[in-house]
């Protein structure tokens, strides 16, 4: 059982940034972690992945050049830096963990989820 605690969201106006935190109990090897969003009346969609050995990293192409992710294995905790946000950016988001192959975007295969936490951008 991993357990994930998501912090950092908030609002902010267009263009501005955040970093979202999520503290893991575990990070285990050579499995993927990940952020996903949820808007409101929308499907929960992957925002970006990481692989907890080497760290390579997957971004959806919505994100790319904008949003960060990265992790700190001694803290047990992943973050995604978020940076020239927009109003398409409001969501709730959601950290994912110990997913082992495949698509690493898709929500289907991860097998630990936080609570989220609310980033919401204003125009």
């Known amino acids: 059982q991993v357990h994930l605690a998501e912090s950092g969201g908030g609002s902010v106006q267009a263009g501005g940034s955040l970093r979202l935190s999520c503290v893991a109990s575990?990070?285990?090897?050579?499995?993927?972690m990940g952020w996903f969003r949820q808007a409101q009346g929308k499907e929960r969609e992957g925002v970006a992945a990481?692989?907890?050995?080497?760290?390579?990293?997957f971004y959806a192409d919505s994100v790319k050049g904008r949003f960060t992710i990265s992790q700190d294995n001694h803290k047990k905790t992943m973050y995604l830096q978020m940076n020239s946000l927009k109003p398409d950016d409001t969501a709730m988001y959601y950290c994912?963990?110990?997913?082992?192959?495949?698509?690493?975007?898709?929500?289907?295969?991860?097998?630990?989820w936080g609570q989220g936490t609310q980033v919401t951008v204003s125009s």
């Open positions: 994912a963990a110990v997913r082992f192959g495949g698509d690493q975007l898709s929500a289907v295969g991860y097998n630990y």
């Open positions: 575990a990070i285990y090897d050579g499995n993927y």
């Open positions: 990481i692989y907890t050995t080497g760290g390579t990293t």
